[in-house]
């Protein structure tokens, strides 16, 4: 037996590897009719809530890796979608913000995205699950 027949006849991994596929579709028909990823959109949700954050502290706040982050902060700093400034208390040390246009291309964003999340809220048991089962991986 391959490798690959293993994997379909045990059928919780072959329904992961779906949702992963499922959930990469999402993201580029969503990128590609609204311009961000749906980290973009994460991230800029996370900065409604914490304006003026370090890169480093979002990153543990929202558990994005903070090189994943860095690049896309990159991104969204080159859309104008967010402000990065030194921080007043150690100008080594850089803040960053959601700006007008930012708030305005993720609410873009969510329009499209509430439908779908509506649809998964029936779901939310085995997702939590499945966070857990990933989260194991640690």
Do not use: H, W
């Given at each position: 037996m391959t490798y690959l027949q293993n994997i379909k006849q045990n059928s919780?991994?072959?329904?992961?590897?779906?949702i992963s596929i499922k959930m990469q579709q999402l993201n580029k028909k969503i990128e590609k009719q609204c311009g961000m990823s749906l980290t973009q959109w994460y991230v800029l949700?996370?900065?409604?809530?914490?304006?003026?954050?370090?890169?480093?502290?979002?990153?543990?706040?929202?558990g994005?890796?903070?090189?994943?982050?860095?690049?896309?902060?990159?991104?969204?700093?080159?859309?104008k979608w967010i402000v990065i400034i030194s921080d007043p208390l150690d100008s080594r040390k850089k803040l960053i913000s959601i700006t007008r246009d930012g708030k305005n291309s993720r609410d873009l964003i969510?329009?499209?995205?509430?439908?779908?999340?509506?649809q998964l809220i029936t779901l939310r048991n085995s997702i939590e699950e499945l966070k857990n089962i990933l989260n194991s991986f640690d």
């Open positions: 919780e991994m072959e329904l992961l590897v779906q949700n996370a900065l409604i809530d914490l304006p003026g954050i370090s890169p480093f502290k979002l990153s543990y706040s929202i994005i890796s903070p090189g994943s982050l860095t690049q896309t902060i990159k991104r969204l700093f080159k859309k969510d329009s499209k995205i509430l439908p779908l999340q509506s």
